[in-house]
């Protein structure tokens, strides 16, 4: 592999013009596919075999009108109650919406209330008429047959008890309103033709176009996070600084402003390829709107960091007197296959996340290997292109002046102190176990409004309708009962009423109302009002009450669906799966480490370390999305569960990082071990020969990373946030404190490898040392 990378590395160096163009085309190609073939990116999740996704596939069978996603639009008045000529202009808004492609309808808020209320006064008077007949019949009661007076009373009987369970299910929906009871606050409904999963983003961008542009005066609008929710600002004023950040750190690293760019063109034209070129696959298969993130992260962390370490091995190079395409094809061939080894492992960490059985997660564990595929073959061809088209410029005048004259003295190396060794491992490892413990108490769950920035429509609508009708409007669940014979059509209000009263009758339900029956009226759709949020403890404790229901006398099935059930499922079954994926992650951590180190002991070392900081991560996030510590340095206005998806992706991807910091560090200890330095003394050796660029490398990561902490996407801020404290910790505490002191507590014992092992595991040489033999460099 060594000699390869070193032969495409001459090639790229000797014709930069064609390895350039040639990447130039790709990204045309990519960005052409994704413009002809692009498809519709999701929004929300879904989990085939879930029993969210069989409530949803039972609703699709027997009321497909009902499948439909249904978004609020809250109106608010700045002045006390709504005028006429403000509800006037409010409906014909909602008009407007209702003419749009893709929606089905909306609902006047004003009207719908107005209906309500009329079904009450309608309640009363039936009531009262009833009344005035029984007082009729028994005044009249010796006058009439028998047989008469007994069919009159029996009607009338009927019609109270038909009336009685009118009056059960409009009480039990009381409290479900489409104008407060002030009269300030209403909500709108927009129904749309596609369900969550499959609603185009073009039909989402109509209907906020016309509610944007709306100006009523005196109303404040908003829309629900369904409406809100896109793909824009992927990239805004927190990634460009974390980028500029990176930017700097090159400059101050490389003390030139021309090299620094090399890197950081390389990490781009990789991005666009990878990110593009996946994206044009996105109509034959399901994407989050989170993957194209996923991939510009990692696209720009490894992009950069990748090409760092070739062009730095490439300057040390040119300062030691090496010819420029002697030394193109010396750094491609050394820290070039130390890139191809690192990349390899993030890409088994990533497409492990296809082991899962989770679509979404495979799909965007896919993607993301593929960006760093892409970020691989960049680094060994685009950037010795440009290392051969800037020539000795990769060197300041000062470095170049200084070309095969060094004016330093190496110092002696001595073995760091025992004291010193113990005092860094059980700072390391108290520090993290301590950060861990918040992790304990992690909840997982999805995003809602109430997590959206403070300056979102999705996030207003949130607060609006909450303070106006109550946080579980903001998400009520979908119950469906399934009775085991169809009812007469005139006997579906006595069938409605006692599932009505029994669904009452459950902790945290605030209102009830029965929203459809099929064609053969065997299933019966109610909508159920919780009192807290959809991502609340006492909505999934509610969602599980509701399940165990089921099923009630008369063999009535209960099938429970919404945002807080699928929430409830979707995070069930990612908690399912962790520790399966995490056991992967760990065994191939060992293996590689094996084969990589020829060591039992330095995989041991490497893989508990990752454990912790991995542990650590968690318990950091946990502490600030959920329990809301540091909340207004990093815009978590309304703690919540962690995203449910978040902890598996950055256990991969930090799984591949840490394996990259790892190799870097350590492959430094073992090579002077193998050359007869001492163990002790190679730590140290190893420490200084990597720890300069493995700290650019990790400040660049973070700096990308924590750019995504401030997104206006409330999924990616998690994401961001996890993996910039993620590297911070494995970077700086674990492979810079942790491992070396365990490695010198350790000593020789580090390195010992059983015999029979030893002969069957391959000698893979990971940084190019026979290469540097062969051509004399070192």
Known sequence: MANLLYRLGRFSGRRPWVVIVGWIVALGLAVGGLLAFGGTLATSFSIPGTETQRVNDQLKAAMPDLTGLSATVVFQSEDGAFTDVQKTEIGQLLTRVGELDGI????????????????????????????????????????????????ATAQLDARAQQLADGRTLLDAASAIRTVSADGTTALGVVSFQDDLFTLPPAVKDGVKTVLDDARIDGVTVAYSSDIATSTDGLIGPGEIVGLLVAVIVLIVMLRALLPALIPLLSSLIGVGVGVAGSLAFSSVADMSSVTPVL????????????????????????????????????????????VVFAGSTVLIALLALNVTGVPFLGVMGTVGAACVLVAVLVAISFTPALLGLFGMRVLGKRARARIGHPDHVAREVRPMGTARAVGAVALAVVGLLVIAIPALTMRLGLPDGSTEAPDTAGH?????????????????????ATLPAPVAADDLTAAEAPLVRTLLAQDGVV??????????????????????????????????DLRGLSPLDGDIALGVAGQASGNIDVSQKLADVLPLYLAVVI???????????????????????FVLSLFATFGAMTAIFQWGWLGGVFGVTNPGPILSFAPIIIMGVLFGLAMDYQLFLVSGMREAYVHGTPARTAVVAGLRHGRAVVTAAAIIMISVFGGFVFSH?????????????????DAFVVRMLLVPGLMHLFGRAAWWLPRWLDRIIPNVDVEGAALERTHHVG
């Open 587 to 609: 065994g191939l951590s060992l293996l590689i480490m094996i084969v990589v180190f020829r060591s039992l002991l330095v995989p041991v070392i490497a893989t508990a370390g």
């Open 460 to 480: 207003r609508a949130y607060t609006l309708t909450s303070e106006a009708f109550g946080a579980g409007v903001n998400g009520p669940l979908l119950v469906i």
């Open 104 to 151: 089905v309808g909306t609902t006047n808020p004003f009207t719908a209330q107005a209906q309500r209320d009329q079904q009450a006064q309608q309640l009363a008077d039936g009531q009262a008429q009833i009344d005035a007949a029984r007082a009729q019949l028994q005044a009249a009661a010796g006058q009439l047959p028998a047989a008469q007076l007994q069919d």
């Open 713 to 729: 996407l409330a999924m990616i801020r998690p994401l961001g946030f996890g993996l910039a404290i993620g590297v911070l910790f």
């Open 511 to 544: 209102a009830v109302a029965p929203v459809a029956a099929s064609d053969a009226r065997d299933v019966l759709a109610f909508q159920v009002v919780p009192q807290d949020g959809p991502s609340s403890v006492s909505t999934q404790r509610l969602v599980q």
């Open 295 to 338: 991939g510009v992260m990692l696209g720009l962390a490894v992009g950069i960091d990748y090409s760092l370490f070739i062009l730095n091995r490439h300057r040390k190079q040119l300062l030691a007197g090496v010819p420029k395409q002697e030394s193109i094809g010396l750094a491609t061939g050394t820290s070039g296959n130390a």
